[in-house]
């Protein structure tokens, strides 16, 4: 092949490797589904599209879900909310069963509703309750932007000093990467001070997973609160909500539940604190149980249940898009099986990396299967070109993936959509690039 062939496998692997990785493409059980899936195209052809972790694709069916409520809208106006199907009264908890599956939650520790950043205050105001000298957060140096900026003003709110409120847990200076243990000694060393842990599930700068359960275990020894951001791990890593004890968590669904840009999130809410009406909250009408919503009293009367914290009448054309894709994951046959193609194209990834570039690229996402999920985080330690420029040429060569500062390249193979073949050619056109000679 000459280096101007711009077909698909002009930057490909060597023979045999070609062979191999289509037949783990073959092989693949969930390889029907990449079908299910509309691509951005460049040029007539398909992007290698590495960044659901960042913006997940459109499934097909998702443009049918919603005409299917902008059709019920125009056919039947305002009786939509009782005799939409399901009713739009109703759309919101009919989710329930689907997003509880994905994280490991009971159907009523669950609720679709705003976004993230607006759920994490809303979980701030029931579960950040200072008291005496118990009145400080305990977060990460690297928490993503919004979720500092979300417990600073609320500390200010509240009149705290977030400077002095803050308990920020460093990483190692060698890897980036947070220890578990790190983070138990410092709420051990904090214990009379915290009234908070807020952590991430999945670390979206270097791809590591946290050990939530311990960290929660570690937390409640002391009777502290723990939630977690998880807008990087919920429909990338194996979840137990419920089981691992944790008091609340927030999510997005348009990273890897692909439910469309600036969809609704979720919540979830520990049953033990969800069936607890008293408990504080901000409130809103739609948060009134179902049955007297409409006597518009001004009384607040929650259901025991997460619903409880809902403030507004939703946006239907979201729930629906959610709707669509959370099928998605229910036909595939929920978490297990994606995670299984999950690791193994990690696996297959990490090989192919190490193999074709050796020392140019480091890995920041650790190796071990529990502390990572689809994302690679890439540092480029090659002479000569830097990371953001490496970036750009990849952008050039219609491979999607995000730039993170100050110094890291993601890239999310997914397992609903991605194939091994990509990966292979990933690292073949990744390598290209670092030649100084980026082809497609
Ligand atoms: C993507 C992301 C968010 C996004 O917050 P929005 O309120 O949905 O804009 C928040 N936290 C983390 C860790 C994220 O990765």
Redesign the pocket.
Known sequence: MTPTDSTPEAASAPPQTLDRVRALDAEDPLKRFRDMFLFPMTDRKQDLYFVGNSLGLQPKNTAAAVTAVLDQWQQLGVRGHFEGNPAWIDYPESLNDGMASIVGARPHEVVVMN????NLHLMLATFFQPSGKRCKVLLEDHA?P??HQAISSHLQVRGCEPKESMIIVQPEATTGLLSTDAVVDQIRQHRDVLALVML?GLQ?YTGQVLDMRRITEAAHEYEIPVGF?L??AAGNIPLQLHDWNIDFACW?T??YLNSGPGAL?ACFIHERHAEDTGRNRLAGWWGHERTSRFQMAPEFIPPPTAMGWQLSNPPILSLAAIDASLRLFREAGGMEPLRKKSLQMNRFFRAELEKELGDRVRVVTPPEPDQHGCQLSLEIQHEGTSGRATYDQLELCSVRTDWREPNVIRAAPVPLYNTFTEIARFVQILKSCLNGAPRR
């Open positions: 976004t993230l950043t607006v993503f919004s979720d991430p979206y951001d807008a990087h997005c348009y990273k999130g």
